[in-house]
T-cell receptor
């Protein structure tokens, strides 16, 4: 049951360039989406979220885009920094039970 | 910034033993969750807890698992008879309104 998918297990980007992480979902009942960053042996750290009534949300270097018709969201990091290197998870939830469904994660490596 | 605190950070237990994982959610949060991540796999929902009762549980959360909020601040996950496949990182999360979730740093459970 893969309701949330991150098809790229890894991404390598040069420092200063844009990182684009993608996420697809299948359940049209999801109405908010979140991106988390995770380092090994640590808990997920919230980055940014977006409600289904919006198509874009920006916070500093991080922007999340939501395309509801395509059931696709993406996280843009501009400019990328070496400290951004981590595993990025997208997660989706609905207002019914509140649980989050996570994607498999994309490991981002930002090279100096 | 308020944090979700989890203890212990690492627990090693023998197969068949009972373990209790502890969490202190953020004080004004209302919804509480346990998730787990088996090494190399995605973060999986286990159970959600609201108004002193389980509101939703996954198929992973079988009779070996239980949750409690014994004193209004702690939120515990008990595994009655651990199996090797219970080895994972266990994350507690809490939220006030089911839009912004805060995760703890996790407990690494190793069953030997």
């Amino acid at each position: 049951d893969q309701q949330v998918k991150q098809n790229s297990p890894s991404l390598s980007v040069q420092e200063g360039r844009i990182s684009i992480l993608n996420c697809d979902y299948t359940n049209s009942m999801f109405d908010y989406f979140l991106w988390y960053k995770k380092y090994p042996a640590e808990g997920p750290t919230f980055l940014i979220s977006i409600s289904s009534i919006k198509d874009k949300n920006e916070d500093g270097r991080f922007t999340v885009f939501l395309n509801k018709s395509a059931k696709h969201l993406s996280l843009h990091i501009v400019p990328s920094q070496p400290g951004d290197s981590a595993v990025y998870f997208c997660a989706a939830g609905d207002n019914q039970g509140g649980k989050l469904i996570f994607g498999q994660g994309t490991e981002l490596s930002v090279k100096p | 910034e308020p944090e979700v605190t989890q203890t212990p950070s690492h627990q090693v237990t023998q197969m068949g033993q009972e373990v209790i994982l502890r969490c202190v959610p953020i004080s004004n949060h209302l919804y509480f969750y346990w998730y787990r991540q088996i090494l190399g796999q995605k973060v999986e929902f286990l159970v959600s807890f609201y108004n002193n009762e389980i509101s939703e549980k996954s198929e992973i959360f079988d009779d070996q698992f239980s949750v409690e909020r014994p004193d209004g601040s702690n939120f515990t996950l008990k595994i009655r008879s651990t199996k090797l496949e219970d080895s994972a990182m266990y994350f507690c999360a809490s939220t006030r309104d089911r839009t912004f979730y805060t995760f703890g740093s996790g407990t690494r459970l190793t069953v030997v």
